[in-house]
């Protein structure tokens, strides 16, 4: 269950989309290489977002007063009623350990935010106007698909390199 929450939590922060680069795309046609960069931030995002679950997980499955789970669901249970939290033992450190997840949850969204941002400003890994071209040439489903497959690739290829370290160690 807390798994399936926080998965879902990650993939909220995944699909984050950044509107706030309201400019005119070019209208020249988007090149492979503006794909690849557009692509590279989209992976870049997912990365942190995917870092920062795992971070939030462990925060939970590795937190004694959590007993790996199960006492942070039973307090998310009864959360903000104050006599259910009575009847279910809640003590002041759980209080403060589960206000400690929330707000660590709570932050999430900006620094996701913050994250793509400053790698969408950033015109050595992307620009913003390439950023808003490549944003709006997705609407052809033959450039959506170019990037999403390049995004899958990253991904599978990071993940073979986490599994080779992992065997190797």
């Given at each position: 269950m807390?798994?399936?929450?926080?998965?879902?939590?990650?993939?909220?922060?995944a699909f984050l989309g950044l509107t706030g680069f309201a400019q005119e795309a070019n209208e020249e046609p988007v090149t492979d290489e503006e794909i690849e960069k557009y692509a590279n931030v989209e992976f870049l995002t997912?990365?942190?977002?995917?870092?920062k679950t795992e971070e939030l997980?462990?925060?939970i499955s590795?937190?004694?007063?959590?007993?790996?789970?199960?006492?942070?669901?039973?307090?998310?249970?009864?959360?903000?009623?104050?006599?259910?939290?009575?009847?279910?033992?809640v003590t002041e450190d759980e209080i403060a350990a589960f206000q400690g997840?929330?707000?660590?949850?709570a932050?999430?969204?900006?620094?996701?935010?913050?994250?793509?941002?400053?790698?969408i400003m950033d015109d050595e890994i992307?620009?913003?106007?390439?950023?808003?071209?490549?944003?709006?040439?997705?609407?052809?489903?033959a450039i959506k698909e170019k990037i999403d497959s390049i995004v899958e690739s990253k991904k599978a290829q990071a993940a073979a390199a986490k599994e080779a370290e992992s065997d190797g160690m």
């Open positions: 807390i798994m399936k929450k926080v998965l879902l939590f990650g993939a909220f922060f997912a990365q942190f977002v995917n870092d997980k462990n925060m590795g937190n004694e007063i959590f007993q790996g789970g199960a006492r942070y669901n039973e307090i998310k249970a009864v959360w903000g009623n104050e006599e259910k939290m009575a009847e279910a033992n997840v929330l707000d660590f949850m932050s999430l969204q900006e620094e996701a935010k913050e994250y793509k941002t400053n790698l992307l620009g913003v106007s390439t950023y808003n071209k490549v944003n709006g040439a997705k609407s052809d489903p």
